[in-house]
């Protein structure tokens, strides 16, 4: 049973353009969201994250958005570099902290020059 | 500071036999956290160790798979017997007490002929 979804495997963006990343949860008891970057053959790298008490959560470039009653949040990039071509990985996880996280199957980002 | 270490980087065992990775993680985090990620897929929890103990090991697939963490250092993953379905990619992660970022390892790549 999926809990955490990245309906795209993979997604083409131009350089300097925006890209767009999008995540499903279906627990509402997931409270903490995260964004992690991952390049081949290294481990996943944090990259942003945002509590449920907020809708938005913005660091340099990347900006996180959560919709909860929709149950979905996005990573959109602006704007993007090539240096940005990974596998991005939305995680959630519970409130209380130092909890597992729960991962979706990863989107495969490409930065075309 | 440095990272979370993982050894081996690759294994390559045959049905049946023995494997033990090895998981240092940052040093000061309490949180020790694995994880596999199979074939492609979503990255799943398998355990998680506050210190030496173990705080949830929900996500161990059988009992074929053991893990330790003595002295609440560093960690140790053992396969007996290992199977083909156990080919996938270990990652370890750490974090601080009651932290929601964990840090991720190089992951040790596992593969079962």
């Known amino acids: 049973d999926q809990q955490v979804k990245q309906n795209s495997p993979s997604l083409s963006v131009q350089e300097g353009r925006i890209s767009i990343l999008n995540c499903d949860y279906t627990?509402?008891?997931?409270?903490?969201f995260l964004w992690y970057k991952k390049y081949p053959a290294e481990g996943p790298t944090f990259l942003i994250s945002?509590?449920?008490?907020?809708d938005k959560n913005e660091d340099g470039r990347f900006t996180v958005f959560l919709n909860k009653s929709a149950k979905h949040l996005s990573l959109h990039i602006v704007p993007s570099q090539p240096g940005d071509s990974a596998v991005y990985f939305c995680?959630?996880?519970?409130?209380?902290?130092?909890?597992?996280?729960?991962f979706g199957q990863g989107t495969r980002l490409t930065i075309n020059p | 500071e440095a990272g979370v270490t993982q050894f081996p980087s690759h294994s390559v065992i045959e049905k049946g036999q023995t494997v033990t990775l090895r998981c240092d993680p940052i040093?000061?985090?309490?949180?020790l956290y694995w994880y596999r990620r199979v074939m492609g897929k979503e990255i799943k929890f398998l355990l998680h160790?506050?210190?030496?103990?173990?705080?949830?090991e929900s996500g161990m697939p059988n009992n074929r798979f053991l893990a330790e963490r003595t002295g609440g250092t560093y960690s140790t993953l053992k396969v007996q017997p290992a199977e083909l379905e156990d080919s996938g990619v270990y990652f370890c992660a750490s974090s601080r007490l009651s932290a929601y970022e964990q840090y991720f390892g190089p992951g040790t790549r596992l593969t079962v002929t």
């Open positions: 040093s000061g985090h309490d949180n």
């Open positions: 160790f506050v210190k030496e103990s173990k705080q949830d």
């Open positions: 995680a959630a996880t519970y409130i209380q902290g130092a909890q597992k996280l729960v």
């Open positions: 627990n509402s008891m997931f409270d903490y």
């Open positions: 945002i509590s449920s008490i907020k």
